[in-house]
């Protein structure tokens, strides 16, 4: 989930407000990440403080939202809370090359902006989208436009595409993934393309499998592992989150004999397993 909290200044403390944003799995993780993030930054929140307490808004539709998980002074000077203190609103005398999600930016008719006017650093996107704009671009990026923003919006919720959908399950089952330098994201990326080609149809749970070992492996043992995937050798023993061969945990661990059979002292929690095994799990 994602999470966007606006820090509002004391009047008496002369300084901006600002915001911070961040995904989480749940609220309580969360309020501990804006602790730490708070913490980092030395702000203090409450009575008699710089800051009142963080309020969560809802989550702003917006391209030109800040990096995540940093603190940003300057979006305050662009938008401002509407009357039910969550939703987000454009100044109406602020200057922004932003636009609602999907809807093309207001621009006068007589003007004609520059070409860097639309650019948007890629630092500023979300991982998914980062890794997408990747995808996209056969060299490395690190500003995109506002069209290209719109097509990777657009791409991240296309179920049918198995590179994205092999990128949000690596990244949901590979926490190292966000720990990666952003030349270090298109070298994986790179690799990704380079095993598995765009213009053809691929398993994302291989896709997601080959991230998994890439992110893990020392950086000088990666290029032997994107050899070994081209070669076919890798994809037939890559292990699973379970510890087996994809072809073991589907026939041989979950076959209903094989279940049935199963001392109750060998009992595994559910919830830790993969979604296709926990699917048959309840099955």
């Known amino acids: ?10 009047q008496k403390s002369g300084k901006k407000d600002a915001v911070i944003w961040f995904t989480a799995k749940s609220a309580a993780r969360a309020n501990l990440q804006l602790d730490v993030a708070l913490e980092d930054a030395e702000i203090e929140t409450g009575r008699g403080k710089d800051y009142a307490k963080p309020i969560r808004t809802d989550f702003p539709v917006f391209n ?11 979006w305050c000077e ?14 109406p ?29 890629l630092a500023r996107l979300r991982l998914p989208q980062r890794l997408i704009a990747h995808l996209l671009n056969d060299a490395e990026q690190d500003q995109i ?17 198995s590179h994205v959908q092999g990128f949000l399950k690596a990244i ?4 190292d993934i966000r720990e990666l330098t952003a030349h270090v994201e298109w070298k994986l990326v790179k690799a990704v393309k380079n095993v598995f080609p765009l213009d ?19 950086a000088n043992q990666r290029g032997q592992l994107v050899e070994d995937w081209l070669s076919g050798k890798q994809p037939a023993t890559q292990p699973t989150e379970t510890g087996t061969s994809g072809a073991e945990s589907c026939d041989e661990k979950f076959s209903v004999e094989k279940w049935r059979e199963t001392p109750l002292t060998e009992l595994h929690t559910v919830a830790a397993l993969p ?6 799990a309840q099955f």
Do not use: C
């Open 200 to 218: 053809k149809e691929h398993e994302a749970e291989l896709i997601a499998s080959f991230v998994n070992a890439w992110v893990k492996a020392e």
């Open 64 to 74: 030109d939202l800040p990096e995540e998980e940093a603190i940003d002074f300057t």
């Open 145 to 161: 436009s506002l069209a290209q923003h719109i097509e990777i919006g657009a791409l991240e919720f296309k179920e049918e595409d």
């Open 93 to 121: 005398d602020a200057v922004s090359g932003s636009a609602v999600e999907g809807a093309a930016p207001e621009v006068p008719a007589e003007a004609s902006p520059a070409p860097t006017d639309e650019l948007r650093p």
């Open 172 to 175: 949901e089952n590979t926490p």
């Open 78 to 91: 662009r938008y401002v809370l509407s009357d039910d203190g969550r939703t987000w609103q454009l100044k």
């Open 275 to 280: 979604f296709r095994q926990r699917l048959l």
């Open 1 to 10: 989930m994602e999470f966007f909290h606006l820090l509002k200044a004391s």
